[in-house]
C-alpha cells in the first residue's frame, strides 16, 4: 500500500500560470518535506514541516509557497512558474526530524 | 555547505556482476541512508546505517557504516536487470543539524 502518494504525477503548466501540488501520507510522521529535483542532480531540499511549524530553506525562491492543513496532506504552491522550474518535485515524510524519510513518487512538473 | 562525495559517477556491467559504490566525506555523519531512484519514480530507501561500524543487508544489499563515520559503501551481489537505476547516498550530520545531505548519485546500467 502507498504510504506516501503525491498528485498529480505528472503536471504541465504554462509560464507564470500559479500551479499546485499534492502530497499526502498514511504514515502519521510528524515531518513533511519537499524536495525540487532536476535531470541527472541529487533532491533539493526547499522547505519542510514539523507538525504545523514551517522551517524555509534560506535558498527555496519567494515564489515557493507551502500549506499543510493537517498531519496527512501537505501543499507546494507554485506561484508564477518560470521555465527553470520545470522538474521533478518529491515529498517525503518522517517520524521525527533525525529519522529516515520515505519518499513519494514524485510530480513531473512541465512549464510551457 | 557540507558534501558527500558519491563514486562511481556510473558504471556499466554484466549482469551476474558484483558492484560497489561508496560515498566519502570530510565530516562526521550519524546516520547513512541508502536509496534507489528508477527513472521517473521518486527515491526508494535501500538500507539505512544507524551506527560506525554497523554492516546491514538486505538481500542481495550490503552497506556499511565506516567506522570513522565519514564514509559508507554499497555492494551489490550477483547484478540483475531491474537493479539499474541511480543509487544515492545519503547522511545526517545530527547535533541539530538533520536535514539530509545527498551524494550526486551513481547510475547503474546492467547489461543482460
Known amino acids: 500500500d502507498a504510504m506516501v502518494i503525491q498528485n498529480p504525477r505528472y503536471q504541465v503548466t504554462q509560464f507564470g500560470k500559479p500551479v499546485t501540488l499534492s502530497c499526502s501520507q498514511t504514515l502519521n510522521h510528524n515531518v513533511m518535506y519537499w524536495y525540487q529535483q532536476k535531470s541527472s542532480q541529487a533532491p533539493k531540499l526547499l522547505f519542510h514541516?514539523?507538525?504545523?511549524?514551517?522551517?524555509n530553506e534560506a535558498d527555496t525562491p519567494d515564489n515557493f509557497q507551502s500549506r499543510r492543513p493537517n498531519t496527512s496532506f501537505c501543499f507546494l504552491d507554485i506561484r508564477s512558474p518560470g521555465l527553470g522550474d520545470a522538474a521533478m518535485y518529491l515529498c517525503?515524510?518522517?517520524?521525527?526530524?533525525?529519522?529516515?524519510?520515505?519518499f513519494g513518487p514524485g510530480t513531473r512538473l512541465t512549464v510551457l | 555547505g557540507q558534501q558527500l562525495n558519491q563514486s562511481p559517477q556510473s558504471m556499466f556491467i554484466q549482469e551476474g556482476e558484483d558492484v560497489s559504490m561508496n560515498c566519502t566525506s570530510s565530516?562526521?555523519?550519524?546516520?547513512w541512508l541508502w536509496y534507489k531512484q528508477d527513472p521517473g519514480e521518486g527515491p526508494v530507501l535501500l538500507i539505512a546505517?544507524?551506527?560506525?561500524?554497523e554492516l546491514t543487508s538486505n538481500g542481495r544489499l550490503t552497506a556499511q557504516f565506516g567506522i570513522t563515520r565519514k564514509d559508507s559503501f554499497l555492494n551489490i551481489s550477483a547484478s540483475i536487470p531491474s537493479d539499474v537505476g541511480i543509487y544515492f547516498c545519503a547522511g545526517q550530520l545530527g547535533g541539530g543539524s538533520e536535514k539530509l545531505v545527498f551524494g550526486k548519485g551513481t547510475k547503474l546500467t546492467v547489461n543482460p
Open positions: 514541516y514539523y507538525d504545523k511549524d514551517f522551517n
Open positions: 517525503a515524510t518522517s517520524r521525527d526530524w533525525r529519522d529516515t524519510q520515505y
Open positions: 565530516s562526521i555523519f550519524n546516520t
Open positions: 546505517l544507524y551506527k560506525a561500524g
